[in-house]
């Protein structure tokens, strides 16, 4: 039998806990929505060149960052960057202050991925 996947090293742990600290072990009624708006995330980063050119996709926490990215350091901020695109979609800040500083870290991010990669290949 293998053994659980650490909650650090799960994709779906990883966003459900920034997102509010939510014990790994419970069963959220929110899980399907934070899964369809990680592999939202997941496709937005395929069309900058991260992944495989087929696109990825989660499905439960069994998913791994490294399945995704392998040990490549220099894409750690991939993490932050799903992170603050499925928090501005799932549970927006209530005040424009805090929206649009969410909103600029992302498109930061994922232009700084997009450097990080060559579009035309895929990491």
């Not at 990883?14 to 399907?32: E, Q, V």
């Not at 350091?73 to 005040?95: E, G, Q, S, W």
């Amino acid at each position: 039998m293998a053994d659980p996947v650490k909650p650090e090293d799960s994709i779906f742990l990883t966003i459900k806990h920034m997102l509010g600290g939510l014990d790994p072990t419970y069963d959220s009624d929110f899980d399907l929505d934070m899964i369809t708006h990680i592999n939202s995330s997941l496709s937005k980063l395929t069309q900058v060149g991260v992944g495989p050119a087929e696109g990825f996709e989660i499905t439960d926490e069994t998913t791994t960052w490294a399945d995704y990215i392998g040990n490549d350091k220099r894409l750690n901020m991939i993490k932050t960057f799903i992170y603050n695109d499925v928090k501005y979609a799932f549970d927006p800040p209530r005040t424009s202050f805090a929206f649009d500083a969410i909103e600029k870290q992302r498109d930061e991010l994922l232009w700084r991925i997009n450097v990080q990669v060559d579009p035309g290949d895929t990491v």
